[in-house]
């Protein structure tokens, strides 16, 4: 045989072994990963920021989360239906809700802190209900969503100035209802958050209303909380997500205006209000020791009011705080 013979030979046979390889190697590839499917329980609000913007810019989908977000008009609700349905895995939710059901159930449990501030609730009251400052509310129909962060902050806004609950009559009102009944005159004053405040302020001048301002600030806390039996037995999916909140919460920091624009768009806010209310609100993905203090806190004042005559749980039991600490250690501070 010829010299090239011998050659044409060796490229044929590299030929027909690399056309073997890349068969093989296709044949015995594993298919790609079928996204995960998980879903999300929301408050319609500026707090759940990281989700509106881990949405839009396609984090989840990075994590290979197909996730499903359902609307909520309160963090209490998002809770409650989170309790009720199995189908949902995680809520959003203030800390209020979060104790007024663990008296009752234990299924649940706050996987990170996704935001707070000091000056998200308020008190709007009707300046001609002759109502102009916080003695004024006494006999007066005040509205507010039980259960929630507005009714814990509305009894310790009374007592601030020398009034309680007993000297009101409470009115138990969904979150997206507060504003219509307040201007509509079926209620003399509302205790809510925003964009709630601010939007009900845009249909009645300053002639009828007036803010009603807190002496002491007021901390609000806002979470994310997970069925406990989906935690023990999705945690990869749980880290997924975390990952891509994360991600949300660092461009949320480095990319203000741009934030702003994906979170009114997407809960159909006007972007003035977003940008009027920012810098009250702190997006962090966190777990501070300050946060069972917080728990604690207004449990007692559960049981204070009479809301409850059960034990203050353990909050340690309700924080699963190995899932944030594997991804982002440096931002865990709770002793247990």
Known sequence: MGK???????????????????????????????????????????????VW?????????????????????SGRNALEAMLKDKTINIAT??????????????????????????????????????????ADLKGKKIGAT??????????????????SLDDIELIDVNAAELKDKLISGELDAITSWEPHIYNTKKVLDDSKLTMLINPTPFRKDFFFTADKEYINKNSKEISRFLKAVIQAESFIKNNTNKAQAII??????????????????????????????????????????????????????????????????DAVNIFH
């Open 146 to 163: 039980l259960r929630s962060t507005g009714h814990y902050f509305l009894e310790g806004f009374l007592s601030n100035h020398d009034l």
């Open 93 to 134: 939710v203030a800390q209020t809700p979060i104790v007024f059901n663990s008296f009752n159930s234990e299924n649940y449990a706050i996987i990170a802190t996704m935001a707070h501030s000091i000056d998200d609730v308020k008190v709007l009251a009707r300046k001609d209900h002759d109502i102009s400052k916080a």
């Open 264 to 329: 009114s768009n997407r809960i159909k806010a006007d972007p003035v209000i977003v940008e009027y209310i920012w810098n009250e609100f702190f997006f962090e993905i966190t777990l501070e020791q300050s946060i069972l203090l917080g728990l604690e806190d207004e449990a007692q004042w559960a049981v204070d009011i009479g809301a409850t005559s059960n034990a203050i749980p353990n909050y340690l039991e309700f924080i699963d705080y190995s899932s944030l600490r594997n991804i982002k250690p």
């Open 53 to 73: 913007v881990a949405e839009e810019l396609g984090y989840f989908k990075d994590e290979n989360l197909d996730l499903t977000i359902r609307e909520f008009d």
């Open 4 to 50: 090239k013979e011998m050659n044409t030979g060796k490229y044929l046979a590299l030929s027909l072994l690399t056309i073997f390889m890349v068969t093989s190697c296709t044949k015995d590839a594993p298919p790609p990963r079928k996204p995960a499917q998980m879903t999300i329980a929301a408050e319609m609000s500026l707090l759940p920021a990281t």
